[in-house]
């Protein structure tokens, strides 16, 4: 069975970043908690093997990415680690896998070069030139893009119009991941206006 054809009739909100550590899985962990009935899959991509888990005692490991996709009110989790030329047959064995739901969830970059999903969302930071061509591509496929403020002296203008420059159909806006009441609002608004 085909990706495209196990995603049919199910809402697709992917989730990428510009490196690790940016806040990619907090911003899901937000996603998750304001959706009704979505299932999560993490994508890793691994250099030399692939797995496909959704049983519990690979998903809820305290701590990892999984255990918080699925604490913050995932109907199921799936974790891909496949590496970049395998990651297709490896997403089509996990959309396999999925239990009924309205939509999927996917926190990963290079997805975004196989599916096109109702929302894609991008967080940055960093310098766009280091950005690896993956993560080029997620950030100019997203439709919001949400400049992570974790350093206060960043040029946020600056930052902003780069963003916009390399997507100008994309919402740009600068928020600070870790504050939790100023970003579930705009998520709220969001899902409403791209989603509904």
């Known amino acids: 069975m085909s990706l495209l054809s196990c995603l049919t009739n199910k809402k697709i909100i ?6 690790s550590g940016i806040g990619k899985t907090l911003l899901a962990e937000y996603l998750l908690s304001l ?3 979505f299932a999560a899959i993490k994508v890793s991509i691994e250099d030399f093997f692939t797995a496909v888990s959704c049983d519990d005692a690979t998903i809820m490991v305290p701590g990892k990415d999984t255990f918080r ?3 913050s009110g995932a109907k199921q989790v799936i974790w891909v680690r496949s590496p970049e030329h395998t990651l297709m047959e490896s997403m089509e064995q996990a959309s396999s896998l999925l239990v009924d739901c309205t939509g999927v969830l ?3 970059n290079s997805i ?3 599916i096109n999903p109702d929302i894609a969302f991008f967080v940055y930071g960093g310098e766009l030139q280091t950005l690896k061509p993956s993560r080029l591509y997620a950030l100019q496929k997203a439709r919001v ?3 992570n403020l974790r ?6 203008p600056e930052i902003e119009n780069n963003l ?3 997507n100008r159909a994309a919402i740009v806006v600068s928020l600070n991941l870790s504050d939790r009441e100023s970003v579930i609002p705009f998520l709220k608004d969001i899902l409403k206006q791209r989603a509904g």
């Open 151 to 156: 350093d206060e002296s960043a040029e946020i």
């Open 35 to 37: 959706l009704q009935d």
């Open 112 to 114: 975004l070069t196989y």
């Open 14 to 19: 992917t989730v990428s970043g510009s490196h």
């Open 164 to 166: 916009r420059s390399l």
């Open 145 to 147: 893009i949400i400049n």
């Open 69 to 71: 996709l699925k604490s």
């Open 106 to 108: 996917i926190e990963g």
